[in-house]
Each structure stands twice: as structure tokens, then as C-alpha cells.
């Protein structure tokens, strides 16, 4: 028998080999797996999309302001009060608390699920990884309203029609993709203060610190290098 072949069909894949009699009882049937894409959107694609449809909606009658770390970035650079900052803060964040709420009463199962959607530290990162991704993600996201909504830029560049909520949204959706994995994304304090109060439970307020004290900074930053590094607004007379 030795030195006789016969055809095998290998599994799914239908190719044929030749291959020594005796050794066929071993081949199995198999299936490749199919690529993996090189990220799922999912939920990141829903966020990005999102913010761009409310600022765009809002942007004509508050400017769009939906998260309090854009709300102070702004007012760090004084393009709005003290008092309508602390308004447009208050009023984020009790709107956060009644969207929480909705989606707690309309998915009960999909929301314990999820843990209520509270922003926490992932484990395997520390608390300084956290802080750390939400300041740059954050920096991120102001930055690029900045830039979205500069007065020169626009003037400048008026024959490329652009509206300031499209960057808005891609800059939110590129910072869910990356932060996602550490920390859930917070980069709005509104938001994740909505989800830690209506799910109130321990772990979500353990972190919760990192949802406020990481925005404000990634905030200030980007108001400080746009406002003094790009602009250079503070040397320019009249300032």
C-alpha cells in the first residue's frame, strides 16, 4: 500500500491535495474565521453621529453647548460669561440625569446590563490612566471646537464650506474609539454624572472624580494652546 495516494477534500475550503493513504483520518473539517475588521464602530459611530445632530440643532439658539467641559473651555477663553456658563453647566447636567433616566426606564435589563452606562476605570488601568486618557481626550474635543469655530479660520478659508458640528462629531467619535477600552469615555462631565446618579451604585462614584477633574483639565489646555499659542490673542493689542 505504500506509495498510494488518494485525493483528500480538505473541509470547507474545497481544495484538493494529494495526500498518503492512511493519514486521512486525521484531517478534520474546518473553517477559516473570517478577518476581523480593524475596529467596530458600533456604539462610537451612534456618539459622534449624535453630538452632531445636537449641536447642530442647538448651536442657533446656545451655541450648541451640551458638555460642560466645552462650556468652561469657552469660558476660559472668554467667548462667554461667568453666569452663562454656570447656567449652561447646570442645565447640561440635569439633562443628563432626565436622558439617564429615560433609557433606565425604557431598557431596565439592557441598562443593569450595562452597569447603567457609569464612566469607571477599566480594570488592568490605573486611576492615573484614566485621568490621563480623559484629559487628552477631552483636549481632543475642545480643541477641535476651537478650531471649528474660529473666526479668522472661517473668514480664511470661506470657499470651503464646513459645518463646525461635523468635525465636532468625527473628533467625538475618534475619542470614543480610543478611550472606550479605559475609561468608557467620559469627556463630559454632565454625562457621566447623569449615569452615576441614576444607577447609584458604589463603583460608580468611586472614580467619578476622574469624569470631572480630567474634562476641566483637558479643557483648560486646549483653551490655553489655542487661545496663547495659535492665536496669541493675550499679546495682541487691544487684549
Same mark, same amino acid.
Given at each position: ?24 483520518? &486525521? /484531517? =478534520? ?6 478577518? *476581523?475588521?480593524?475596529?467596530?464602530? %458600533?456604539?462610537?459611530? +451612534? ?64 441598562? &443593569? /446590563? =450595562? ?6 476605570? *477599566?480594570?488592568?488601568?490605573?486611576? %492615573?490612566?484614566?485621568? +490621563? ?80 477633574? %480630567?474634562?476641566?483639565? +483637558? ?21
Amino acid at each position: 500500500m505504500e506509495g498510494k495516494e488518494e485525493d483528500v477534500k480538505l473541509g470547507a475550503n474545497r481544495f484538493t491535495e494529494r495526500q498518503p493513504i492512511g493519514t486521512s483520518a &486525521q /484531517t =478534520k473539517d474546518y473553517k477559516e474565521a473570517p478577518p *476581523a475588521p480593524l475596529f467596530e464602530p %458600533g456604539n462610537c459611530m +451612534g456618539f459622534g453621529g449624535m453630538i452632531f445632530a445636537l449641536v447642530y440643532c442647538t448651536a442657533g439658539i446656545s451655541g450648541g453647548h451640551i458638555n460642560p467641559a466645552v462650556t468652561f473651555g469657552l469660558f476660559l477663553a472668554r467667548k462667554l460669561s461667568l453666569t452663562r456658563a454656570i447656567f449652561y453647566i447646570v442645565m447640561q447636567c440635569l439633562g443628563a440625569i432626565c436622558g439617564a433616566g429615560v433609557v433606565k426606564g425604557f431598557q431596565p435589563s439592557l441598562y &443593569q /446590563t =450595562k452597569g447603567g452606562g457609569a464612566n469607571v476605570v *477599566a480594570h488592568g488601568y490605573t486611576k %492615573g490612566d484614566g485621568l +490621563g486618557a480623559e484629559i487628552i481626550g477631552t483636549f481632543v474635543l475642545v480643541y477641535t471646537v476651537f478650531s471649528a469655530t474660529d473666526a479668522k479660520r472661517n473668514a480664511r478659508d470661506s470657499h470651503v464650506p464646513i459645518l463646525a458640528p461635523l468635525p465636532i462629531g468625527f473628533a467625538v467619535f475618534l475619542v470614543h474609539l480610543a478611550t472606550i477600552p479605559i475609561t468608557g469615555t467620559g469627556i463630559n462631565p454632565a454625562r457621566s454624572l447623569g449615569a452615576a446618579i441614576i444607577y447609584n451604585k458604589d463603583h460608580a462614584w468611586d472614580d467619578h472624580w476622574i469624569f470631572w477633574v %480630567g474634562p476641566f483639565i +483637558g479643557a483648560a489646555l486646549a483653551a490655553l494652546y489655542h487661545q496663547v499659542i495659535i492665536r496669541a490673542i493675550p499679546f495682541k493689542s487691544g487684549h
